[in-house]
């Protein structure tokens, strides 16, 4: 795992020494807080989040062991998604398990842990009974394997960018892609798009993922629909149809270990409308530029929540062609059981990025949410299903 540097994003001033304090007060007898770079350090475990993709933590070290506040970033639009991310490195001493909590601060427990023995290479989930979760879900205790190793903990596998930058680069390279910087995001990393087809092309299909940092089922997923896509378009289809794909949105907010927002401290998938943020100003720009002229066949945004469901506008109102959803829904009612719920809503003042298509690009836009658990199975035939939906649409409907 790349270590970001980033020991002034991670450390905290006597201000939030005192929120430890006071979000860890119903712990007993509490020997130490720290706020370095180190958050914890016992004789079985030092604890430490310096790394892209490591969680808003403070630390206390109580009678019990360590105590960790999972912390949401800054929010300036209102309470922030509850989507309490964590992510830390424990350096076990001792051979036997060690326990920590992890202190939601007011907000519930969510994700469950995750370990990596290699850097993050591969991922193992803890075992059911490693973890125990408080009534009212504000303090689950993790039971951590006994060492000496060195494990990282995260409440999903994690996706750095950089672990994005490299997947990007070997689809661009198997497919012959083009790899394109669209535009920069406020702490200057760049924003790009996986493109394929000819200008000439008359159609478009667009689809993204990447705009809330924990959301790893949704990534899995559009990767999955990617690789597929890519493999298995004919060349009758890719001759006249533009492929135009966004693997991270929002670079910032995965990198800063965020729940929810960018580093502006906003939700992007609430600023497609309002356009306050530079990534949410550049995608919008380079989408416009890319679907102009052309018919935009399909548009879909890969997310996570608490299970797998579609977003779409309404099925039965006169909004914009809804075949391809069509499509979809039926591909997914025959290849996934239980078939996933379709929520048919459209909120025309909320700022997603299915309102946006809808309204600019005269298109239904689609949002794909994976359930948080879902088994990698149903990872892959979303993703897979999701991609011979568009190769097969696009066949069906060339030429009218």
Partial sequence: ????????????????????????AH??????????????????????????????????????????????????AGPINPSPWYAFEADIHSSDPVKLRLDYAGYWHRYFPWISRDNGASWQKLGEDAVTVGDDGHIATV????????????????????????????????????????????????????????????RIVIALTGQHPPEQSGVAAFEVFAETLMAEVPAETLADTRFVLLPLVNPDGRARGNWR???????????????????????TRYLSQEAEGRDVVAFLDFHSTQKTLVYTPPFEEAYADMSFPQALKNAFDAGIEPAPEWIAGHNAEAG?????????????????????????????????????????????????
């Fill in 1 to 24: 795992m790349q270590k970001s540097g980033r020991g002034m994003l991670r450390g905290f001033g006597l201000a939030a020494s005192a929120l430890v304090l006071a979000a860890c």
């Fill in 27 to 76: 712990t007993a007898d509490m020997s130490a807080v720290t706020t370095s770079d180190v958050l914890c350090e016992t004789d079985a475990v030092t604890i430490s989040a310096e790394f892209d993709g490591a969680g808003h933590h403070g630390c206390a070290i109580s009678t019990d062991g360590p105590v960790l506040t999972v912390w949401p970033e800054a929010s300036i």
């Fill in 143 to 202: 039971t951590l394997p006994g060492g000496p190793d060195s494990l990282l903990v995260a409440g999903r596998p994690l996706i750095t960018p950089a672990d994005m930058s490299v997947w990007s680069r070997a689809l661009v390279e198997r497919y012959g892609m083009q790899r394109v910087t669209y535009g920069e995001s406020l702490d200057g990393r760049p924003l790009e798009a996986l493109t394929i087809g000819p200008d000439t092309a008359s």
């Fill in 261 to 283: 927002h960018n580093n502006g401290g906003l939700d992007l998938n609430r600023d497609w409308l309002n356009q306050s943020q530079p990534a949410i100003k550049a995608v």
């Fill in 352 to 400: 997603t990025s299915k309102n946006w298509a809808l309204q600019t690009l005269d298109v239904a836009g689609l949002t794909v949410e994976l359930g948080d658990d879902a088994p990698p199975a149903e990872i892959e035939s979303i993703g897979r299903l999701s991609a011979h939906a568009v190769i097969n649409f696009l066949s069906r409907t060339a030429g009218e």
